[in-house]
């Protein structure tokens, strides 16, 4: 099987697997229309390995990391009286309280890889809040095919009021310093809006190429706002203009990163569109603004 880069992939490649993620294609027309550039020795064993997430090889922060105490805990959940589970880790050698980070994951539950980004969380001095979204229904299934049809399942104002949940938990939190903040990746990032529309006491939110909330909601948002997307992220982006126009309209704090060259997803370090340079400078920025607006 040949080895291949980015360099060795159309961005039609990286639209199709962003259409496949979203369920605007299902799997059989994913691997039938993918095959059409299976072309030049690259086949199409060699394409699915490299955009289809590996989360096995790609952990940067274990779960037994000794730096954290790292656990799985149950919050009340206002859905039906419910708990969702949710994986809590900070610093372990934290002497006084820290401020929280509630971090929201994508259209498929609390994958491994989001559960990492927790951990880094945690390692930069934070305590962390991962919550996942897909407990009603089990819990993330082991895979994301199976954790996006889950996900599905659900309404997402009923997610949002489960991690708006989360977030009073963790404000609550005896190690937790009372400052919190949000950050999200792709509905994620659509969480992480809305909550800084719903939360007024919400610190600072980081949507990373999420969804964007109706102009009318925007003079509800108390929270400075990092927004972080991907130049080539066109179906996101083509939101940005307005939400900009009523952020500045109504006077709110914000800044906003359009990193070149990188498609959406392009923090998550599982799949061929991670972008390294992109991904390292939005989470050093995100750490920055955090360490920032929650001290």
Known sequence: MKEISKNDISQEVFDLYDDYAHNRVDRRE?????SAHAIGGVTVASLLSFVMPNYKEKIQVWPEDPRLNTAFINYDSPQGGGTIKAQLSRPA?????LPGIVVVHENRGLNPHIADVGRRAAVAGFISLSPDALTPLGGYPGNDDDGRALQRQRDRNEMLEDFIAGFE??????ECSGKVGVVGFCFGGWISNMMAVEVPDLAAAVPFYGGQPPADRVPQINAPLMLHFGELDTRVNEGWPAYEE???Q?????QAFIYPGANHGFHNDTTGRYDKEAADLAWKRTIDFFKKNLS
């Open 30 to 34: 994913f691997l039938d229309r993918i």
């Open 93 to 97: 050698d934290a002497t006084s309280k």
């Open 169 to 174: 938990y963790l404000k609550s939190h005896p």
């Open 246 to 248: 009523a952020l500045k």
């Open 250 to 254: 109504n006077h709110k704090q914000y």
